[in-house]
C-alpha cells in the first residue's frame, strides 16, 4: 500500500486516516509518510482509523507514535478509533493506548472535542 492508496477523509479541521489490515515492515513507511502528510496540513486532529486493522508491530507503533509527536508539536491531537481491533493489545502492550485517545470508533472520535 502506497501512501497514495489510503483513504483521508476531511471534516473541517478533523482528518481521519483509514489504516490498512495489517501494519508491519513492508507497510509502515506509507502509514508515516500519510500521517506526517496530513500533520502537516495542520488539522486539528486527526483520526487514525485502526477498526479493520488486525495486526500492527513494532514499525506500526513507532509511526504512530512519530505522528502523535508531530501532531501535537502544532498544537493538534492523534486519536485512534480501534472498535473490536485484535491490533489493541499491542497497543496496551506497548503502552501507547495510555499516550494516545482511543476511541470505539470514528462515529465517536468525530464527536468528541478536541482535546486541551
Known sequence: ??????DVRWTG????????AEID?????SVDSVLSTVAGQHPEV??????GTLFCD????????RAHKLVTSDGGELRLAIGA???RR??????LDQVLPIYADVRQS???????
Open 13 to 20: 479541521r478533523h482528518a481521519v486516516v483509514t489504516m490498512p
Open 46 to 51: 486527526i483520526t487514525a482509523d485502526m477498526t
Open 58 to 65: 513494532s514499525s506500526g507503533i513507532h509511526a504512530l507514535a
Open 1 to 6: 500500500m502506497t501512501a497514495a492508496e489510503f
Open 110 to 116: 468525530l464527536a468528541a472535542p478536541p482535546g486541551p
Open 90 to 95: 499491542v497497543l496496551e502492550f506497548t503502552g
Open 25 to 29: 515492515l513492508t507497510n509502515s513507511s
Open 85 to 87: 481491533s485484535l491490533a
